[in-house]
């Protein structure tokens, strides 16, 4: 029984030092291959891995953004203007353009819930992080147009 328990208790030791391994190699990995940087209008910039939505990155960095819907793409409340860097991203889905078309959206306006992105890019957010319901639903509301 004694040499089992000193067995184990080296098992045991290995499995640990193995999951701080992993995670060191995971973050080296993820540090080296896809990642992006995300500019907020503020000046923060955060980075976050490839295939993390826009609204998850703001959200685990704690920065309140408005999602009325909870991120399902219906509400339009997390719509970013991502301005030249459309040209990076993917198209919308099926679910975000009807959002998109449904308030007028310019072509720079993305959703936040629904925009994966695979290269750094800078937002501006669209609406208050307050934003209701009632705020997502004026069509042609805030667009975020720059003028001169």
Known sequence: MYALENNLYAIFGVLIV????????????RNRHGVYRLSILDGRTLTAPEGQTILE????????????????????????HVGEAIKELHSPGEVEQKALTRIRAET???????????????IKPLLPPSATARDANKVGGIQGREQK
Request: hydrophobic residues 35%; contains cysteine.
């Open 57 to 80: 990155t703001l959200r685990v960095a704690g920065i309140p953004h408005a999602s009325v819907c909870g991120g399902r793409g219906r509400c339009t409340t997390c719509r970013v």
């Open 18 to 29: 193995s999951v701080f391994v992993a995670r060191f190699i995971r973050r080296l990995y």
């Open 108 to 122: 720079e306006v993305r959703l936040a819930c629904q925009t994966r992105p695979h290269k750094d890019l800078s």
